[in-house]
């Protein structure tokens, strides 16, 4: 396991509990994407580049959702399978029964400007594409993002989350964390490539 005073990233899904420490913002799960699961990505980019979901769902109805919604293939259930983990794995962390969940095809940056979020707690997934970026702590101008100006210090000391790898990153909402939440971006996108990423969020109390 490596960790930084923000940050803590491992090969094991264990450190995805870190984030419960004070001193962490950010908890990376480095895993390498199953080569069925991926290929059903590129099919889902490729053959329906429109394609989203996004919504409150219990998660005990999850891969039901998914299969109604997601398009048929040999890889499909692989695919629903690997969702089916993240969330119950992000659930079992927060003792959560429903979970918001967007799963979307994107072909453009839309969040192009380091921003935080009021949000208590983010899990963020690419499945095929760049994935967020994000600044280190010693890296940032947080009064910056109070203005037009970027609070990024060093352009050549932006880190991206690799496709596959799962994160996990405190908001301003977390408790505790007011004033601290992790700064990131949508990463810059050529017009002829697209993403697929799956957001899981806590629903509002």
């Not at 990233?9 to 913002?25: A, F, M, T, V």
């Not at 947080?142 to 880190?159: F, K, M, Q, V, Y």
Request: charged share 20%.
């Amino acid at each position: 396991m490596t960790q930084s005073t923000q940050t803590a990233r491992d090969d094991s899904p264990e450190i995805l509990g870190k984030i419960y420490q004070p001193s962490l913002n950010v908890a990376i799960w480095q895993r390498v994407l199953d080569s069925v699961v991926a290929s059903y990505s590129i099919f889902l980019l490729e053959q329906h580049a429109s394609f989203r979901i996004q919504q409150i769902h219990n998660v005990s109805q999850i891969r039901s959702l998914l299969r109604n919604s997601l398009p048929d293939s040999n890889e499909k259930n692989a695919f629903i399978e690997d969702i089916a983990l993240v969330v119950d794995m992000f659930s079992f962390l927060f003792e959560a029964d429903e979970i918001g969940l967007r799963l979307q095809c994107v072909s453009a940056a839309p969040c192009p400007a380091f921003h935080n979020d009021r949000i208590p707690c983010r899990l963020l997934l690419t499945y095929h594409g760049a994935g967020s970026q994000w600044l280190d702590e010693s890296n940032l101008d947080r009064n910056a993002l109070a203005t037009a100006e970027s609070p990024c210090l060093d352009e050549n000391n932006i880190h991206n989350i690799a496709a596959g790898h799962v994160a996990l990153f405190k908001g301003e909402g977390w408790e505790g964390n007011e004033g601290n939440g992790w700064v990131h971006r949508s990463p810059p996108q050529p017009t002829h490539e697209k993403r697929l990423v799956l957001t899981l969020d806590l629903p509002p109390k």
